[in-house]
């Protein structure tokens, strides 16, 4: 009896929500729907790995300078400033206490060196370009482990750790050319940001990425870009998986919507869809992105791409996509609004289904409006009536609000303990060809500058980037969210990057609107070192991690953990995995990226539950070598651990809390 | 309302000099303005940060007193009186984070400092 009055009732509450939602869509919270057909099938076939060398092309020499962009007006309105919402002044980064570094691993299962800067470049032949970073995605059920980064893929078993698959790079993977044909010179797209998920209800992986094309076989954009998402056709990955390219340039071509991104500031252009993640409920799975101009100076906003998880796991020659554009949280437009991934059989059903998002507000001053860097307030986003997305006429909701919480504060960059940077020292060499000349190692690279010594050196060890305060993953268990963002701490004395981390309770208000405050919350430090790139999950026993890179005076960038449960109690620093060297990448110098350099590090990092296990991923740096051993047989490649241009890794991790 | 707070700040930003060049001083700075990140994951294949036309206001106790638009390859030039100076994207409404966000103008000299714009593509 109790379940018909449930059902009854349910059924006269779908009936009035839908009459609801007939209402028009407030304000910048618009939605279409579109069938997206199926692009073919695919599989992960790996290719050779290519030769250990420096190639040419690995730098596009037809790529002039920018000249556009930082001068020009911008006709977008801007977001708008409501009273209290942003801090008036920067706040100051909190005081925080230094976690205990634990001397064991009990937790753990067992850890494995994932794929790293080499599998990556030397992946299709090494018909690729080099890249950082890594990006991390990872997804694991059924059996396996799925790792996908920048640009590659693999998987792995789930009980064992061992390989299933060799090393397929993400061009071939999703039916596009080499990123660089290294026979014919031609460019293929850039196939980027990949991102993972494991649909436990109907036993699929998704893999998704953002792709950006070029014009014909050259290394220029062409303006077009895509939300590429693969789903594997059975529970096994090593399968075939069927193939979705979602148009996402959103300038009103190829049945996209026009969000008004420009070239300049003022003349049209396309939109681009940039740092995509992935979450899921019941009955949809969601992929929210950060969308810019391409070619122009201005943020738009943050956009939801939600399907059908029935439909996916389904893989029809057309699938039907919701885009729920233009996202705003109290007159601000929404950047990384992070979904909420959930275990399996645990969740939020209210409202005829809710997929909830977390996000912050300061980010890096930009995109949100927010000119301190800093905040106390989340955003707290709902995403309701997701069970229409296995109707023919899809029409989810958002709702969104902002709540209080603690402060979080725009992190400064990672120092990293001091070691063997061969790339580095190589590029500060003036003796290796012609020391009479001044022309050292350098010249593997570059051709003879206008004056010697080069304008590049010296070259010091890096600092790698520490984020901004953008959301990171978001988990959901038992009723409740919990996320991680970097924050700037002073702990020991200093000040360092640290993590802020949040267990949010959130509820569907009578009026279908999201509420809820922050339930727990807190800080990981650790004195002496930075704490980046944090990625969390809970399993459904409440036990969950937090995983995060560790870096500092006393680390090389090592892979590192803590447990954390219900109750809100963090547990001591693990080192999942140490360090071996410092990070010395190309994005740590000056002679390639320009002055100042920026390290690239992360995007981010990852953490999902199979059950009750948990598993890891982070970047870490799993070799060293002297610049003697980089010069010695293979250049660059010190005994096939590393490439000429860069030496991060990823680090999996399997741990029971 | 708005539209008359526009006009002051307008009015106000107008009011400040921006240099292209250092003129008579006999401080200041030089160096580049980079923007970047230019797309999602940084390629050897193209630059991962750019040259760009950028125009930086300097402030000393809350107060522009001066501003430098970059040229289109990010160069940059600007005379400055000696001390220690809070740097931001004078356009306030475009908001990027510059880094490094304070600068200290040496006595009797130009110092090399060279900015980057975060676009805050990932």
């Known amino acids: 009896m109790r379940n018909r009055l449930v059902l009854a009732f349910t059924g006269a509450l779908t009936a009035a929500l839908f009459l609801v939602m007939a209402a028009p869509a407030a304000p910048g919270a618009a939605q279409g729907t579109r069938a997206i057909p199926s692009g073919g099938t695919t599989s992960i076939q790996p290719g050779a790995t290519g030769a250990d060398a420096i190639q040419s092309p690995e730098f596009d020499p037809g790529i002039a300078e920018d000249d556009e962009g930082g001068g020009v007006q911008v006709n977008r309105p801007r977001p708008g400033f409501k009273n209290g919402k942003f801090p008036k002044n920067p706040l100051d980064a909190p005081t925080v206490a230094s976690s205990a570094v634990a001397g064991s691993n009990p937790e753990v299962t067992f850890g494995l060196q994932g794929l790293n800067h080499r599998d990556q470049r030397l992946a299709n032949g090494g018909n690729q370009f080099s890249l950082e970073p890594p990006d991390q995605g990872l997804c694991v059920g059924n059996g396996f482990t799925v790792e996908v980064i920048n640009s590659v893929i693999r998987v792995y078993s789930s009980s064992t750790g061992s390989t299933l698959t060799g090393v397929q790079d993400l061009n071939t993977f999703f039916g596009y050319p080499a990123a660089i044909n290294r026979t014919t010179g031609a460019f293929g797209p850039d196939v980027i940001d990949p991102i993972c998920h494991y649909d436990p209800e109907h036993q699929r992986f998704v893999v998704a990425i953002t792709t950006l094309y070029h014009v014909g076989t050259t290394s220029a954009f062409n303006g077009k870009n895509s939300i590429d998402v693969a789903v594997s056709n059975t529970g096994d990955p090593t399968g075939l998986w069927t193939i979705y390219h979602v148009p996402a340039q959103n300038d009103g071509t190829d049945g996209t919507p026009n969000h008004g991104c420009t070239l300049d500031g003022s003349t049209p252009g396309p939109c681009f869809q940039d740092y995509p ?381 | 309302m708005r539209v008359l707070i526009a006009g002051i700040v307008s009015a106000a930003l107008a009011a400040i000099p921006t240099s292209v060049a250092s003129g008579g001083a006999s401080s200041g700075l030089d160096g580049k303005v980079l923007r970047g990140a230019m797309s999602p994951a940084c390629l050897t294949a193209r630059p991962c940060q750019v040259g760009a036309s950028i125009v930086l206001a300097f402030s000393r106790h809350g107060t522009t007193v001066a501003q430098v638009k970059s040229a289109p390859t990010g160069d940059y030039r600007i005379g400055l009186a000696p001390g220690v100076y809070t740097v931001t994207p004078a356009r306030r409404a475009r908001l990027w984070r510059v880094s490094p966000q304070t600068v200290r103008v040496p006595v009797g000299g130009y110092r090399r400092v060279d900015f980057l714009v975060d676009t805050g593509i990932r």
Request: proline letters at 7%; charged letters at 15%; one cysteine or more.
């Open chain 1, 277 to 657: 993640h992935i979450g899921a409920d019941a009955n949809g799975l969601y992929i929210t992105t950060n969308e810019y101009d391409l070619f122009g100076p201005s943020f738009n906003a943050a956009q939801i791409f939600a399907f059908s998880n029935a439909q996916l796991a389904a893989h029809p020659a057309s699938i039907t996509m919701t885009l729920v554009e233009n996202l705003n949280v109290d007159g601000s437009p929404g950047f990384t609004v992070w979904p909420a991934t959930s275990n399996a059989g645990d969740y939020a059903t209210d409202q005829n289904g809710t997929e909830y998002f977390l996000s912050t507000i300061a980010g890096d001053g930009s995109e949100t409006g927010n000119p301190t860097g800093t905040a106390r307030r989340i955003g707290l986003w709902a995403l309701t009536n997701t069970a229409s997305l296995n109707t023919s006429s899809p029409n989810p909701q958002i709702t969104s609000r902002l709540i209080n919480s603690e402060t979080y504060v725009f992190p400064p960059k990672s120092d990293q303990k001091v070691g063997n940077i061969p790339l580095g020292e190589c590029l500060n060499d003036n003796t290796l060809f012609d020391p009479t000349a001044g022309i050292g190692c350098w010249f593997l690279f570059f051709n003879v500058p206008s004056t010697l010594p080069p304008p590049w050196q010296p070259e010091v060890e890096s600092k790698p980037d520490s984020n901004d305060t953008r959301m990171q993953q978001v988990w959901y268990a038992n009723g409740q969210l919990w996320s991680s963002t970097d924050s700037a701490v002073n702990v020991g004395g200093e000040l360092k990057a640290g993590i802020a981390w949040f267990q949010v309770d959130p509820k569907i208000n009578g009026a279908g609107k999201v509420e809820g405050q922050v339930k727990n919350q807190g800080y990981l430090a650790l004195a002496d070192n930075n704490l980046t790139y944090p990625a969390i999950a809970i399993g459904s026993n409440g036990k969950g991690a937090i995983a995060f890179t560790i870096l500092g005076e006393t680390f090389y960038p090592s892979a590192g953990y803590a447990t954390i449960d219900a109750s809100g109690s963090v547990g001591p620093i693990h080192v999942a995995a140490a360090g071996l060297g410092p990070d010395d990448s190309f994005t740590s110098y000056k002679a390639f990226v320009g002055t100042p350099p920026r390290t690239r590090w992360g995007d981010y990092g990852a953490a999902v539950t199979d059950g009750n296990t948990i598993w890891l991923a982070s970047e870490y740096i799993a070799q060293t070598c002297t610049l003697a051993q980089y010069l010695s047989g293979a250049i660059g490649s010190c005994g096939g651990t590393r490439t000429s241009l860069g030496n991060w890794s990823t680090r999996l991790t399997k741990l029971t809390p």
